[in-house]
């Protein structure tokens, strides 16, 4: 499984959404499930699956699915996959 499936996955599982969610254009506020409280769920979710430590500045900033995938490659995960 790719890092963005299982991204994909930590989203699903996080904001309780149908296996079948298309969460890849998802920004946040855009569903009422990813609200502030899901945002941090997320965050523990992405740093528990992915073993990183996400810091203040990148929680604030990730503000859609792009985002958090971009902020996976930041830090290393799938960078060698392009």
């Known amino acids: 499984m790719s890092h963005l499936d299982r991204l994909r996955e930590v989203f699903r599982s996080s904001l309780n959404l149908p296996a079948a969610a298309d969460v890849d254009g ?9 609200d ?11 740093e ?7 810091d203040t500045d990148e929680m604030i900033d ?13 830090h290393g995960i799938g960078a060698a996959a392009r």
């Open 62 to 74: 990730m503000s859609s699915f792009a985002k958090a995938a971009a902020l996976l490659e930041k």
């Open 36 to 46: 502030s409280l899901a945002h941090m769920s997320l965050i523990a979710a992405m």
């Open 26 to 34: 998802l920004e946040y506020r855009a569903i009422p499930q990813w």
């Open 48 to 54: 528990d699956e992915f073993a990183v430590m996400i």
